[in-house]
């Protein structure tokens, strides 16, 4: 009787998730998820900070391999979506705990420690934000997350693709 051999789920991706995958799993994207991670909460600890990153690259990995990664966006931009989500996730569920007494279950210091805005502050500012972004064109989107990425004016040109 022949064995039959399963490839991994590496071999059975097309080229565009393999490079997808290649990018997600570089330094440069560890170090983006950081970035992100504490522009969206900026007085998040460094556990949780790479707690942050493990998850991110988690569902990303997981995503791509399963297909789910649909190239219409930049693979920063996904990433920067993933983050974000977890993020607030995070924060709701930390929420909800220490409404129901259970805040050593979930990741400590998710709140700023530093001044500034509070977590709760930067959720709400996030919602606004998203709700508005959501109501204009496909490509001011990509503008606007591009520019809040720290690209500049003329990198965007460069990837959208305007010119002057």
Known sequence: ???????????QLDDKNKEALNRLNSNE?????VSVAREINRGISPEDVEE????????ANQAIK???FRHEADLNTWIYRIT???????????????KNGLADKTPQNIEATSPGPSPKD???????IEKIMKEL??????????????FTHQE?????????
Do not use: D, W
């Open 1 to 11: 009787m022949s064995e039959t051999k399963f490839a991994p789920p590496e071999a």
């Open 29 to 33: 994207t560890i170090n983006y998820i």
């Open 52 to 59: 942050v990153v493990q998850n991110v690259m988690l569902k």
């Open 66 to 68: 399963q297909g789910k």
């Open 84 to 98: 974000h989500n977890f993020i607030i996730s995070a924060f709701r569920t930390e929420t909800r705990n220490r």
């Open 122 to 128: 930067n959720v709400e500012q996030s919602e606004m």
């Open 137 to 150: 064109p496909e490509k001011q989107q990509e503008f606007l997350n591009l520019l809040l990425q720290g």
């Open 156 to 164: 965007i040109g460069k990837r959208l693709g305007i010119s002057r």
